[in-house]
């Protein structure tokens, strides 16, 4: 959830840390600091509670810190509250190490209790505290960093992503990683860390993915990276295709706004590579036809907005396979008792890759013995790299941690797989997948239409943007996209807001319908449509205001009873809901945009969870 970057090189390194850490801030953002290394001035840090900004004012935007090698760290609290002490940077007790970290230290209680009673006194409430001072015990009596850091990293239990500095070696710092995402970047004369590539990518598109237990020793003239055990290892390398400007806001105001926008290219760009005279391929797919075949369940295991992709999956993928799909919450069958065999396969969603519960699940499944594809937009991640098979979204980094483009893509290619696994089994008739294929072209072409016409969703926004309460109501299909559509708005809005299939309003739900709470009716799974006006007219009768979306074809039909509708193009129904969704998070983010909200980082919440 925090951010760490990490500079060895000849130019000044707090400006270099400073702005990796402004593209990383979207992964925490309650508070920032830096510490640098310079064998005249010795170790010099700064950190602070609040956005970026306010250590940029703090450092005169870095210059006011001297040195070629540093650590940096935008931080999203788990253990004590965000202030400017328990902000990273965390020194040892005599001043001489530095440690960022990104995860959680279980036992940091046991050993911290262990070091106090050494005679160790502890400034701050966090765990990643007890890094510093235990490599410091450790140091003290080896006096041999690399040693104490592999005895540190033995007594430390949970997940790390750590950065650390000693005085004593002014030209290079230290990484190590275990359950939380860390990469090398390999510049001209200088190296890098990052939690993530966006903040180097300005400087590097040389990288290498560490894995559990990997410790690098980072200087300007290299990095010299060892395996668990201490012996010294080749990295392989990866270059990292992203465009810069994809990673910036290019002139507009918001990167949600710019991601909402940039859907129907990122569909297109995951469309393209796997279609082929009218059929989908999946060049790097090693699942076979008789594996496929093989297979009599599937689960889709994902959290937030993922999951609501794979809610969609389980509709569209058990219409098109005929074979069970269960759809779960990673949290949730981490801790099951899952049915899960060598005839099973599990598809985890995650855009970051690094989603701790998503990893969990997939470990869990693969002991269980079953064939894990995932459906990853970072390349080289950690659920990546752990799946038998991954399937790469092409949305390009998305910033804004309420994801727009990332499950756009995500829905596209949980779709595509249906097609393939559909016309492997001999599950669709050749006209139904000609018929869906066409109409998966034509989506990019079919959203840019619908982006076209924002000023009816700027209306309604303008109009209800005060309420405190808002339902989702659809059917089939059109829950799933209201799980959506009811995220987003809470999630960037503040304002309470529920999904529910409509038919449980009558069992509880419209107890809570009166005069002027507001109801998004959604009506785009066109074969239930007379069922959707009727849920209309019956929270009408009971005062609600309703904004309805349907399709192009309904909606002359949907205002003779809603005051309100929006509508988008008609496509196959089994991809309605890539349409459906864009409204619904042009609605969120302009009703975010009146109350004044912080739209790309809101609060409490970070890009990547990656920890429980
Ligand atoms: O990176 P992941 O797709 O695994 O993240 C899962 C959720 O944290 C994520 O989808 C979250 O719900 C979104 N930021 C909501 O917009």
Redesign the pocket.
């Known amino acids: 959830m925090c951010g760490i970057v990490g500079f060895a090189g000849k130019e000044e390194a707090a400006p270099i840390l400073l702005d990796g850490l402004e593209r990383l801030e979207y992964r925490g953002y309650d508070s920032a600091g830096v510490a640098v290394l310079s064998e005249k001035q010795g170790l010099q840090m700064k950190k602070a509670k609040g956005r970026l900004k306010v250590l940029r004012a703090l450092t005169d935007d870095g210059r006011s810190l001297s040195g070629h090698v540093g650590i940096g760290h935008t931080r999203w609290a788990t253990h004590g509250e965000p202030n400017d002490v328990n902000s990273h940077p965390h020194l040892s007790q005599n001043g001489m190490i530095a440690v960022v970290h990104n995860g959680i230290i279980e036992n940091y209680l046991e050993i911290k209790e262990f070091l106090i009673s050494k005679g160790v006194s502890f400034r701050s409430d966090t765990d990643t505290e007890v890094v510093a001072q235990l490599l410091e015990y450790y140091y003290a009596s080896s006096g041999d960093l690399k040693s104490a850091v592999y005895k540190m990293l033995h007594r430390i239990e949970g997940a790390y992503a750590l950065g650390i500095l000693c005085v004593d070696y002014p030209d290079c710092f230290i990484a190590a990683r275990k359950d939380a995402p860390l990469l090398l970047g390999y510049g001209e004369g200088c190296s890098f860390i990052a939690s993530d590539v966006t903040a180097i990518l300005k400087y590097t598109r040389e990288v290498s993915y560490m894995a559990d237990g990997e410790v690098a020793v980072v200087s300007a003239s290299g990095i010299r990276v060892f395996d668990a055990m201490g012996l010294e290892i080749e990295k392989e390398r990866h270059t990292v295709d992203w465009d810069v400007s994809a990673a910036e806001k290019g002139g507009y105001a918001h990167f949600m706004y710019k991601e909402i926008l940039e859907q129907p290219e990122a569909i297109r760009k995951t469309i393209s590579p796997r279609l082929k005279d009218g059929h989908v391929f999946f060049e790097d797919l090693k699942l076979t036809a008789e594996e496929i075949r093989s297979l009599n369940r599937i689960f889709i295991v994902?959290?937030?907005?993922?999951?609501?992709v794979g809610v969609i999956g389980k509709y569209n993928l058990e219409r098109l396979l005929r074979r069970p799909v269960e759809v779960v919450l990673?949290s949730e069958f981490r801790y099951a008792d899952p049915l899960v065999d060598e005839h099973t396969l599990v598809i985890v969603?995650?855009?970051?890759?690094?989603?701790l519960d998503?990893m969990m699940a997939l470990r869990l499944a693969k002991k269980l013995g079953a064939r894990v594809l995932s459906i990853v937009?970072v390349v080289g991640s950690s659920?990546a790299r752990e799946s038998d098979d991954v399937l790469y979204t092409w949305a390009g980094p998305e910033i804004a941690?309420?994801?727009?483009k990332?499950?756009s893509t995500?829905l596209t290619v949980l779709n595509m797989l249906g097609l393939y696994f559909a016309e492997t089994l001999g599950t669709i008739e050749p006209a139904e997948y000609a018929a869906i294929v066409s109409e998966l072209q034509a989506l990019p072409a079919r959203m840019e239409s619908v982006l076209e016409n924002t000023e009816p969703i700027q209306y309604l926004a303008s109009r209800y943007f005060n309420h405190d309460s808002v339902f989702f109501i659809g059917r089939n299909l059109d829950y799933a996209l209201g799980l959506e559509g009811s995220?987003?708005l809470k999630?960037i809005s503040y304002i309470h807001s529920e999904a529910y299939a409509s038919g449980e309003l009558k069992h509880g739900t419209i107890s809570l319908i009166e005069p002027g709470t507001l109801v998004i009716a959604l009506g785009t799974y066109t074969p239930l449509f007379d069922k959707a006006m009727s849920n209309v007219i019956e929270v009408k009768a009971r005062g609600a205001d309703i904004v309805a979306l349907t399709t192009e074809s309904r909606c002359a039909d949907m205002a003779k009873t809603a005051e309100n509708v929006l509508a988008v193009p008609d496509t196959h129904l089994l991809l309605q809901p890539s349409l459906g969704i864009v409204p619904l998070q042009l609605f969120a983010y302009y009703v975010a945009l009146q109350r004044g909200c912080d739209i790309d980082k809101p609060r409490n919440?970070a890009?990547?969870?990656t920890v429980e």
């Open positions: 994902a959290c937030g907005s993922s999951y609501h990673a969603i995650s855009q970051s890759g690094e989603t998503s937009n659920i941690v309420a994801t727009t990332a499950y995500q995220l987003k999630e919440l890009k990547s969870v």
